[in-house]
């Protein structure tokens, strides 16, 4: 059976996935905010995650995530179950660096159509860890089939959005949602076909209106 792209977030309500674990996770951008999951993570999250790996899978990283995570993982104690896992499984990396991968079980993917390739083989899912940069790439591709989302009631103002420059317009389908006790969403989405668009306004404008959208096209408004 072909693998299915499967991307697991942990996001702000406003849109930010950067740097969830700790303060030197990634500060790019200036972003000052690492760490932001840690206070909030409760055993509904958990199991949210235990889920997401509780299938055989291999990790789909972008270049900097996988430098975050083969700078960690390996060096974690074999008796974390997380370590081991990740260890274990294979690493595909989208980059064009040649820089390289010396986590073992590491694969360097050079491009979306080497992904397509790979996604068309038979094999476990492909689960998305951080990795931000990919979901416009991906969705623009129509590569992706699945978003587990883990949404923290908090907002960070800036910072990497799983929803970045570049994304195209679509519409998804949800597939199931929690609320945690301690107010999180949890929500799976497939992607479900172009966006469609209607109109709430009257049909017959007046003319302040037309006034109004004259000076929108025209860059006065």
């Known amino acids: 059976m072909a693998r299915k792209i499967i991307g697991g977030a942990f996001l702000s309500l406003d849109g930010v996935m950067q740097a969830p674990g700790g303060p030197q996770e990634d500060t790019q951008g200036g972003f000052a905010h690492g760490g932001w999951l840690a206070a ?76 397509a390739r790979l996604k ?11 990795s931000s940069s990919l979901y416009p790439q991906l969705l623009g591709r129509g590569l992706l089939d699945r978003l587990v989302l883990m949404i923290a009631p908090v907002t960070l103002g800036g910072g990497k959005r799983l929803f970045g420059e570049g994304t195209p317009p679509g519409t998804f389908r949800l597939i199931e949602q929690r609320l945690t006790p301690g107010g999180a969403v949890l929500a799976t989405y497939e ?17 302040p209106e037309r006034e109004r959208r004259a000076k929108m096209e025209a860059g006065t408004w």
Do not use: C
């Not at 083989?121 to 951080?130: A, R, T, W, Y």
């Open 120 to 130: 068309a083989q038979e094999g476990p899912n492909l689960v998305i860890q951080g």
């Open 191 to 207: 992607p479900a076909g172009p966006l469609k668009t209607g109109d709430f306004g009257a049909p017959d404008p007046s003319e």
């Open 40 to 115: 909030l993570f409760e055993e509904a999250i958990g199991n949210q995650v235990d889920t997401l790996f509780g299938q055989p899978f291999d990790l789909l990283l972008g270049r900097r995530t996988y430098d975050i995570f083969a700078s960690h993982w390996p060096f974690v104690p074999e008796d974390d179950p997380i370590a081991a896992t990740f260890n274990r499984i294979g690493k595909y990396v989208l980059t064009r660096s040649d820089t390289p991968l010396a986590w073992q079980g590491s694969h360097r993917l050079d491009g979306l159509e080497a992904l």
